[in-house]
């Protein structure tokens, strides 16, 4: 008898685990192997850059699933710049994405030949957001060895969840989270911007744009690539 109670204790704790992960919900794939190609325009249209991500892990563990990636940048005329791996997870019914989709992939591609540590939060999104939902700030810190001039401090904060829109891009057409956001930077110029992204269930960033601290746009980045 006691061996009946463990297999079936060892059964419903096989069936619990993946119903606590569906609890979440993912704002981005969820499948190894997956690519994602984003484009990143200036304020006139024109291309300045491309980022491919692919989907190299997926963990499931006690009710989480955490995924890795691996984000190639390229600049306007195709040429790979630099590569890096972010993480994000969900857990609770909250998904978190690293911050450091944040920092400038240009910059850090010049920054190869320097020792510099990156440090932060993660940003959080509920699976249950609704139109006037205010959601968690975050930070990310860039640390340089032996440059304190260089360091450099990004909170998004004021993040609010506009409202639920339909957007088409190159990838498709998704229906979307619109949140909006302010950016400050801390650094030897200190800069003030806004940001909007429109986020897709099981998708990801569909469009996101910047403003200057003026409101005047300054760039955008489009979704326009997604291979399962």
Not at 175 to 190: H, L, N, R, W
Not at 212 to 227: D, F, I, M, R, W
């Amino acid at each position: 008898m006691k061996r009946l109670y463990l297999l079936v204790g060892v059964a419903l704790l096989l069936l619990v685990q993946p119903l606590i992960a569906q609890d979440c919900t993912f704002f981005f794939p969820m499948e190894e192997g997956t690519i994602i190609e984003l484009k990143h325009y200036d304020k006139k249209g024109k291309v300045t850059g491309t980022t491919r991500q692919e989907i190299i892990d997926k963990q499931v563990s006690a009710g989480a699933v955490q995924l890795s990636t691996k984000n190639t940048f390229f600049d306007e005329k195709g040429e790979e710049l630099m590569s890096s791996e972010l993480t994000m997870a969900c857990k609770d019914g909250v998904f978190t994405f690293d911050m450091d989709q944040f920092l400038n992939d240009e910059m850090l591609a010049g920054m190869e030949d320097i020792e510099f540590t990156i440090e932060g939060d993660n940003l959080e999104y509920p699976s249950k957001m609704k139109a006037g939902d205010v959601l968690k700030d975050g930070t990310i810190k860039l640390t340089v060895e032996g440059m304190a001039m260089m360091n450099m401090t990004t909170t998004v904060h004021n993040r609010k969840v506009e409202a639920i829109e339909n957007i088409t891009t190159e990838a498709g057409s998704f229906e979307c989270y619109k949140i909006s956001y302010d950016v400050f930077t801390d650094a030897m110029i200190d800069i003030r911007m806004k940001g909007i992204e429109w986020l897709a269930r099981d998708v990801g960033a569909v469009r996101s744009e910047t403003y200057n601290k003026n409101g005047k746009l300054t760039g955008y980045t489009e979704l326009v690539k997604l291979e399962k």
